[in-house]
């Protein structure tokens, strides 16, 4: 990582022994505040709410909650911290449903919990010390994903992203946008199309914002526009992130994913997902298998203070959107790239 | 029409000698107001400025500008008189560069005044009647456009449409939604699904407003979740409207049009076209060849008070994208329903 990138960063998550701090990613690009949890069922409600989102985030903020539980419960008798440990995991894994990441990370806290059951404040310890963990390995992962991605971006590329997939998605350094980022700081000058992703706009507000902190060119389109560009040549790939990629090598993603996909397909225009090996989900088989997470009719009716929408209107607002692995170019992960995935490469990708 | 359509109705544009009255469809759906216009620079704004818009309203809209000025400037010097009439034809043919209607109603203006330049009170009232007349048989077309698109409508079907296509977007009953409002008044139980169609929401704002008072079934969903709720097998047709049409069938319509005929043609769907005569241009050979505006990046950095990308990021905000005309299952016209429309079809159309 360069100097410059040293100076953009952002910390998306902060452990605070006994506190997580998040940037509260609903104030932004207005205001960079932080918002503080010190209990499992805050971290819920912070990755419920989106104050922290992107699948690998959530994975790292659900891991802390558990940790801060932990914490907060340690003096407790043998079956009181239990049942509270319990409850915490359910609570967590209550918070959001499509994202894997979240839990795979709840899925390695519980082994180490178990490993530590009996003795509460070792467990407490322990537990802290494998959020941090898993913190700093997706950190790492993501750097990974970045050096495997960035050699099929070519100098002067132009890159169409969707949703945010950058720092504040991650631990830091980003999925998508840390190819981008990787191919940057390689000294390819490539630029990028952000498609604004109604209706959280995380296109509008983080993806851009990230982007114009890390010096990176960027121009901001709203979803709609994807096609045009496309058909007048000015897209030359598309690199998005997942939340849960299927044994199959299907992708559920930010909603508006899969129209990207029907149209970088017609244009024959590379279609790349970058995503760590905790996003892929081998006890899905499909994307059929996928939860579809449906948010609140609010969503979509207005954003924040404005309202647009008639009154009473009916609203449909699917979160998420199933790819079908025949659409994907290549998958980018911390363990190389996988052309044209389909079950078998992704089994073998496990074992490399 | 029923009387519930009878009820429901919207008078988009009022004529008062001497005064254009138009809804100010930039306030709705909170406040339903009229704008008076009483020059043809007057109309030319609120064109530009979207207080009016829709192809065929935009077509009627200029029409009554050029009879505005005429009333005007009756009083004038015969070379005077003349002098004001080429401005005014300048000033609202360059109002907004896409839809064609504005072009052709501007041409029908231009021989009524030919005819009548010599005397310019004579001109005055036969060009009021003239623009009454593009009006009046604005709607007379989209009934009968209704009436011939409606056969493709089953009972029960789930129709999406795109951007605002109805009463607000013409002299009444509506292109698109008037298919959708035929089918209804005729006793087919259909349901419309409104993509909000970003940067401007006619969809969220226009459409959904429009069918609510009309007593006929909306869903809203964003731009994004239309491939969504297609691959899941909710939606069995797409009709949307069309701001020009090129001689060979490809159709200029709102952004994100193009990526629904995409998705459209994936998934087995039928894509229909419903548009006017006047809105097929047969000097402009294909999609190549028609110009798109490029509007404000305001419309696409935030939403009336509330900004959320931030500052000085760069934007692209086409407002229009180009179907070709392969993508096209039907085009549903006042002279009937052309399936899979090509340059000689289109030109056998003119001669039915």
Known sequence: MNALSEASAVETLRWRDGRLELIDQRALPARLEYASCTSAAEVA?????????GAPAIGCAAAFGVALEARREQHRTRAEFSAAMDAAFATLAASRPTAVNLFWALERMRSELAAHRGDAK????RLAEAALAIFRADLETNRAIGRAGMKHVPDGARILTHCNTGALATAGHGTALGVVRSARDAGKRISVIASETRPYLQGARLTAWELIRGRIPVTLITDNAAGHLMSRGKVDMVIVGADRIAANGDVANKIGTYPLAV?????RIPFYVA????????????????????????EVTGYAGARWAPEGVEVANPAFDITPAGL???LFTERGVVKRPNAGKIRRLFKR
């Open 263 to 267: 149209l970088a397909l017609r244009h």
């Open 328 to 330: 994907v170019s290549a």
């Open 275 to 298: 995503a760590p090996l905790s996003t892929i989900d081998l006890r899905t088989a499909n994307g059929k298998a996928i939860p579809i997470e449906e948010r609140s009719a609010a």
């Open 45 to 53: 409600e912070a990755i419920r709410s989106m104050v922290v989102r």
């Open 122 to 125: 070792a467990a407490a310890a």
